[in-house]
């Protein structure tokens, strides 16, 4: 992860991008990109979209997009300093409190 984060802060350096990766703009361009993953399923059924990964029209572009979400995060995690595992650990962690098991809806009928 370190070293994909270390990848993209060199790759916008090269290019003199880093007056343009304020959080606000990483925020903005993660925001475009996820949506542009999702208008790939916009209008697949639940079936189509458990196999789009089979299609091998759809399949290079879900990939692409993925990147682009994974490396928007990786960038705007770096410029606030935030650690993306440690995260989504702790993150975990509340969900487990606040979502135990054996209370989800309909657990108790």
Request: hydrophobic share 45%; glycine share 4%; net charge negative.
């Amino acid at each position: 992860m370190a070293t994909l984060q270390r990848r993209l802060a060199e790759f916008a350096a090269a290019r003199n991008w880093q007056p343009f990766h304020t959080p606000k703009n990483l925020a903005s361009a993660l925001s475009v990109e996820a949506s542009e993953l999702m208008e790939i399923f916009q209008w697949l059924t639940p079936e189509e979209s458990a196999r789009v990964m089979d299609d091998p029209g759809r399949a290079p572009r879900v990939a692409d997009e993925v990147a682009d979400v994974l490396a928007y995060l990786l960038q705007l995690c770096g410029v606030l300093g935030i650690d993306p595992l440690a995260a989504l650990d702790a993150k975990i962690d509340r969900n487990e409190l606040r979502f135990p098991v054996g209370k989800e809806p309909g657990a108790d009928v």
